[in-house]
């Protein structure tokens, strides 16, 4: 090894030593800021306790024939002030979205620009065969997801989420617009 390149290396290892120091030094400094910082406060205060321990705790019991049933849990007021629903009160029902809203929200995605092969709203061509097949075969192609010649739809249209009254209600709707 020449007298340049130990020269070399003596100056890079310099360079990293000096680097690695100042990040131990950062990290250092890090912790010791992030330990006096408001999180400290936070994690302290009771409300904030008894959130965690709302939304980490259990979702159900487990009750045995013969066995008294436990006590269900009174429902913690909102943090704004809001009173606990009553229990008898009965559950919100979501409301099922008539098809041009899904559309709107789900489907014009794919079905305003032709992506993945999807048949524009008010092509009538494109939709003929498709409207040929029948409802039901729409319907299923719909839900479950289709690969065709032409391209491809995913269950859902990719919104797993949607309950099938509302992709029903989307493809009628799009089939409609497109005879």
């Not at 890090?30 to 406060?41: C, M, S, Y």
């Not at 939304?55 to 436990?70: D, F, H, L």
């Not at 919104?159 to 029903?168: G, K, N, R, Y």
Request: with cysteine; hydrophobic share 50%.
């Amino acid at each position: 090894m020449s007298s340049q390149d130990q020269s070399f290396f003596n100056v890079f290892m310099v360079v990293i030593g000096a680097m690695v120091g100042i990040a131990v030094v950062l990290v250092i400094v890090a912790r010791f800021v992030a330990g006096n910082t408001q999180l400290a406060w936070v994690k302290a205060d009771p409300a904030y306790a008894a959130a965690v321990d709302e939304r980490t705790g259990p979702v159900g019991r487990v009750s045995i024939t013969g066995e008294e049933p436990a006590p269900a849990a009174a429902p913690a007021a909102g943090s704004a002030g809001d009173a606990a629903p009553a229990a008898d009160a009965p559950a919100e029902v979501a409301k099922v979205r008539d098809g041009e809203e899904v559309y709107n929200t789900a489907c014009m995605a794919c079905h305003s620009s032709g992506a993945a092969g999807a048949p524009k709203l008010g092509d009538a061509a494109a939709w003929k065969a498709r409207i040929a097949q029948g409802a039901d075969i729409l319907h299923k192609h719909a839900i479950e997801g289709f690969q065709g010649a032409t391209g491809f739809m995913p269950p859902k249209g990719g919104q797993v989420a949607l309950p099938d009254a509302e992709v029903i209600a989307a493809v009628d709707f799009m089939a409609a617009k497109s005879r």
